[in-house]
């Protein structure tokens, strides 16, 4: 039997659950001649939920995450490969015979895949500048291209001032929608908020939430319903109070119980045993990033696993804020309705092993 719960990738189908208001949401935003800034913490479903608009709206659209980009040519070069996937060849050669420098494409023979790049240039600008033109030139009023960009925050550790060029050539088209997504709040809101920045009022703001704890107990109990049977109404919640309902870990937690109930029936307390297995196959990794913090933020992360008062008499007020934005930045902290520990395994960890 197979597993009814998946992590990791993004999901679709019976393994997505709620954000029907997100989805609306998402689906009437992208006809309006506006844009769409997604933040959240990662894995809390932003690729999902905008997989899932996408493909109910049936609009042409393509996807980048800039995480796995290098260089400004690179972006250029992954655009227009991400182009040719969905346009026909001839089409967007009329545009590309015009383009100042000619990329060189490939087409892998087995898979078929292609690829794409430029000749080193002196000034990759003109590169994007006419993938971006192209970009819009292929698409129309009434057929809109939507323009995924996952990651956006990393547009300004790319190269000095393209965020400047990139804002400028954006706003000569006409026909693009773009939603642009990212997982640090605070650089993503430095970007669109911040009066200074190139992208201030972009587009609008959308923060994605954890899952409703109704709906995911839902999707939960059903789904292990036929393996837990009587407890499994305290098992569900059991699972939600440890991940606050996070869509990742949540996930995570609840395929570990339910292969537990397939291959361990016999364990005694299957849901302290879901726990104990998870902490161990990643112990290494927590000790590992455990001996990298400083002490500063070793003292806030035990604070947070052990839920007492952050603020104590051995640090500055300054000090333990500078700590927390570093940690939220890095990913190790992030605010819901309070500051929290991102990863609840990483959290029991520490409860655990730290004294
Ligand atoms: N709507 C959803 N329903 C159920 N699980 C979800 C949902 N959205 C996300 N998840 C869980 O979170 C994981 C990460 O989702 P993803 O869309 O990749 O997040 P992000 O893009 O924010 O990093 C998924 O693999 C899945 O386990
Ligand atoms: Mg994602």
Same mark, same amino acid.
């Given at each position: 039997?197979?597993?009814?719960?998946?992590?990791?990738?993004?999901?679709?189908?019976?393994?997505?659950?709620?954000?029907?208001?997100?989805? $609306? !949401?998402?689906?009437?935003?992208?006809?309006?001649?506006?844009?769409?800034?997604?933040? *959240?913490?990662?894995?809390?479903?932003? *690729?999902?939920?905008?997989?899932?608009?996408?493909?109910?709206?049936?609009?042409?659209?393509?996807?980048?995450?800039?995480?796995?980009?290098?260089?400004?040519?690179?972006?250029?070069?992954?655009?227009?490969?991400?182009?040719?996937?969905?346009?026909?060849?001839?089409?967007?050669?009329?545009?590309?015979?015009?383009?100042?420098?000619?990329?060189?494409?490939?087409?892998?023979?087995? /898979?078929? $895949?292609?690829? =794409? *790049?430029?000749?080193?240039?002196?000034?990759?600008?003109?590169?994007?500048?006419d993938v971006m033109e192209l970009m819009d030139g292929i698409s129309s009023p009434d057929n809109r291209l939507v323009v995924v960009l996952d990651e956006f925050q990393e547009i300004i550790s790319l190269s000095s001032n393209l965020d400047k060029q990139l804002r400028a050539m954006m706003q000569s088209q006409k026909n693009i929608n773009y939603i642009l997504l990212g997982s640090q709040e605070?650089?993503?809101?430095?970007?669109?908020?911040?009066?200074?920045?190139?992208? !201030?009022?972009?587009?609008? =703001?959308?923060?994605?939430?954890?899952?409703?704890? /109704?709906?995911f107990k839902n999707y939960i109990s059903t789904r292990l319903q036929n393996c837990i049977k009587n407890e499994v109404d305290t098992i569900t919640n059991q699972i939600l109070d440890f991940t606050h309902c996070h869509?990742? !870990? /949540?996930?995570?937690?609840? $395929?570990?119980?339910?292969?537990?109930?397939? =291959?361990?029936?016999?364990?005694?307390?299957?849901?302290?045993?879901?726990?104990?297995?998870?902490?161990?196959?990643?112990? =290494?990794? !927590?000790e590992r990033l455990w001996v990298n913090f400083n002490k500063t933020d070793k003292s806030i992360l035990i604070k947070l696993a052990k839920n007492l008062p952050i603020q104590g008499y051995e640090h500055k007020t300054s000090t333990t804020y500078s700590a927390l934005k570093r940690l939220q930045k890095a990913g190790f902290v992030i605010y819901t309705t309070k500051f929290e520990i991102e990863d609840p395994f990483f959290c029991n960890w520490i409860c655990k092993e730290i004294d």
């Open positions: 039997m197979k597993n009814p719960f998946k992590f990791g990738t993004i999901v679709e189908d019976e393994f997505f659950t709620d954000r029907v208001e997100e989805v $609306a !949401y998402i689906k009437q935003f992208i006809e309006s001649e506006n844009h769409l800034v997604l933040i *959240s913490p990662r894995r809390f479903g932003k *690729s999902s939920v905008v997989k899932k608009a996408l493909r109910e709206s049936l609009r042409q659209s393509i996807t980048l995450n800039l995480q796995n980009v290098t260089s400004e040519a690179d972006l250029a070069a992954k655009l227009l490969r991400e182009i040719y996937k969905i346009h026909p060849f001839e089409r967007v050669r009329q545009f590309v015979m015009r383009f100042r420098v000619i990329p060189t494409l490939t087409t892998n023979p087995i /898979t078929g $895949a292609i690829d =794409l *790049s430029f000749q080193p240039t002196e000034n990759p600008n003109v590169l994007l500048e605070t650089m993503m809101t430095d970007i669109f908020e911040k009066k200074k920045s190139p992208f !201030y009022h972009f587009g609008q =703001l959308m923060r994605l939430k954890p899952i409703p704890r /109704t709906d869509p990742y !870990y /949540t996930q995570q937690l609840a $395929a570990q119980i339910w292969q537990i109930c397939m =291959l361990q029936p016999a364990s005694d307390d299957i849901f302290f045993t879901a726990i104990q297995q998870i902490v161990e196959i990643h112990d =290494l990794d !927590y």
